[in-house]
């Protein structure tokens, strides 16, 4: 998904910063950059907001901007959703968002769009590889595609075309909406708890349980196929309720979501023949322990034939930080810049 209004580039040099943007359903993450002759992203200044206390993202780049001084000549954004036309199709965001309306309204000259996980996808190369926990497979990857997904508000996924952890030059990477593809149960319970759901949608897709409002969609449908009463009501508690073992249910949400994410993580690594995964979102950092002692490895793995292909298929687990905005910058340098 790319919109573009720009036909000028920043300077070749990097000399020019400009802002860069990454916005989810829950967060805003702006930041002012330069980025190098080298391709390098420096984050000048940066600022995180809630997007519930904004009416926009017009109002957010606005305030940004005038907070940080940046010239309003260039911004992209990375964010969640898919563009038709000049319309973003999004789920989650409270607000719409038109580019030209938004350009226009928040006074910047020239303002591009992507997909949000095709931006997080773009920043992996920048990754250290010692900052990241592997989860399961090898330590080396090949020199395939490489899967990014990130389950947070919504389900972000993204393909590299080419290995992200081994290489620092351009990538070629294709966005997904595979959240939006329909959930697959592999267990009994599972089956249950897609019959259960399909009451309430006539789609139950990936998102409906691999977010944070799917912990609590998890949590409420096992608390009433149990005839219990539930006891929590955002992900966050349920989240802390399962790690800290206070909560039979939130216990099996997050477990049903571990085991799931790793189904779907394998179902996509075989669809595309990936060499690598990466879990990016930010629910998998704030359940680290609790994934890595998960049944995430063995659903990764239980793919039949395919098995002993994807125990060859590393996984790593990335924290999400400001990957999106690097991103983000280094995708529009480089197409408006040549390096």
Request: charge should be negative; charged fraction near 20%; proline fraction near 4%.
């Amino acid at each position: 998904m790319i919109a573009d209004s720009s036909k000028q580039s920043p300077d070749r040099q990097g000399a020019q910063p400009f802002i860069a943007a990454d916005v989810g359903g829950t967060h805003a993450r702006l930041g002012l950059v330069r980025v190098g002759a080298d391709g390098k992203v420096d984050v000048l200044q940066y600022q995180r907001y809630a997007c519930a206390e904004y009416p926009s993202l017009a109002a957010i780049l606005d305030h940004f901007a005038g907070a940080s001084s940046a010239e309003r000549t260039h911004a992209v954004v990375a964010i969640a959703g898919r563009l038709e036309g000049d319309t973003l199709i999004n789920s989650n965001l409270q607000w719409p968002v038109s580019v030209q309306h938004t350009r226009k309204a928040a006074g910047i000259t020239h303002l591009a769009l992507l997909n949000d996980f095709e931006a997080v996808a773009c920043a992996m190369s920048y990754v250290d590889a010692a900052t990241m926990t592997r989860v399961c497979g090898p330590e080396r990857a090949g020199d395939g595609p490489a899967l990014v997904l990130g389950p947070g508000t919504g389900f972000g996924a993204a393909l590299c075309l080419r290995s992200a952890a081994q290489q620092r030059t351009p990538l070629r990477v294709l966005a997904s909406e595979a959240g939006h593809a329909a959930l697959a149960a592999g267990t009994a319970r599972e089956l249950d708890l897609v019959r259960h759901l399909l009451q309430r949608w006539p789609h139950v897709d990936n998102e409906r349980v691999l977010s944070g409002p799917g912990l609590v969609n998890t949590y409420l449908a096992l608390c009433e196929l149990d005839g219990a009463t539930p006891a929590l009501d955002n992900p966050e508690a349920i989240a802390a309720a399962a790690q800290a073992g206070s909560d039979a249910r939130a216990v099996e949400t997050l477990e049903l979501f571990c085991a799931l994410l790793g189904s779907l993580a394998g179902d996509l690594a075989v669809t595309f023949g990936a060499d690598a995964v990466y879990l990016a979102g930010g629910i998998p950092a704030q359940i680290r322990p609790f994934l890595l002692d998960s049944d995430f490895a063995a659903r990764f793995r239980n793919k039949g034939v395919l098995g002993e292909v994807l125990a060859r298929v590393p996984v790593w687990l990335v924290d999400h930080g400001q990957l999106g905005l690097v991103g983000a910058a280094a995708w529009y340098y480089e197409r408006h810049s040549g390096f």
